[in-house]
């Protein structure tokens, strides 16, 4: 198994520790959007060690520090990760999403993540 994250050179990572390291998405969703992926290849988070997890999201931190120093700081954040292609995973290397979210990106954010399965993501539409 490859991965094209160990593909990109180190001049790419924007962040790293000795477990992980985070780079800009390739078909970012949004400005700032950064991926956080594990130096191991790894297909899913269910295949992480503890400690690469932890790895993970002290550099999900870091990578929102960075993207709220940006200009426009963002309104919000979505963090997400695919595990499986049934859940979307297009690439078999587990990588966590930092997605920067800003007011009036979508007409209703409300459910966030929930929109993975369309007309889902809104609960609270007609009550």
Sequence with gaps: MTSPFLERPESDWIASNE????????YPVSP???LVVPRRLVATWFDATAEERQALFALVDEVKRQIDASCPA??????????????GQTVMHLH???IPRYAGDVPDPTGGVRHVIPGKGNYLAGK
């Design 74 to 87: 963002p309104d919000g954040y979505n963090i997400g990760i695919n595990c499986g292609a049934a859940a």
């Design 32 to 34: 700032g959007h950064a």
């Design 19 to 26: 477990l992980a390291f985070a780079i800009r998405d390739g």
């Design 96 to 98: 966590v999403h930092v």
